[in-house]
């Protein structure tokens, strides 16, 4: 059995910043990618804090990083500009619900 849920989180956490794995946060609006309307923006990432194998929004290298994969099809030498971060109340288990804006600017 332990070696079962072993392969099982050894295999998740290969998915983990996968372009798969991206897709998915994606169509489960986890994260969001739009265009921005801010002069000297470009793109401006919503991402919520959910929890993931291989993804935390909390950590801001992890944020950082996965924004600019995210976006880097569109915008291959994208830089972060700056990011703000929404309250949104808790989650059940007590842990802060937060959303994040990741804006990028290609250049």
């Given at each position: 059995m332990?070696?079962?849920?072993?392969?099982v989180v050894l295999g998740l956490s290969g998915c983990a910043g996968s372009d798969a794995q991206m897709r998915l946060w994606e169509n489960g609006n986890v994260v969001q990618i739009e265009p921005s309307q801010i002069k000297g923006v470009d793109y401006v990432i919503r991402m919520k804090n959910s929890i993931d194998f291989g993804y935390d929004a909390d950590d801001t290298t992890n944020r950082h990083a996965t924004a600019l994969r995210l976006i880097s099809a569109q915008c291959p030498s994208g830089q972060i500009v700056s990011e703000e971060s929404i309250d949104k109340g808790a989650y059940a288990t007590g842990r802060p619900a937060r959303e994040y804006f990741v804006r990028i600017k290609c250049s």
């Open positions: 332990r070696a079962a849920i072993l392969f």
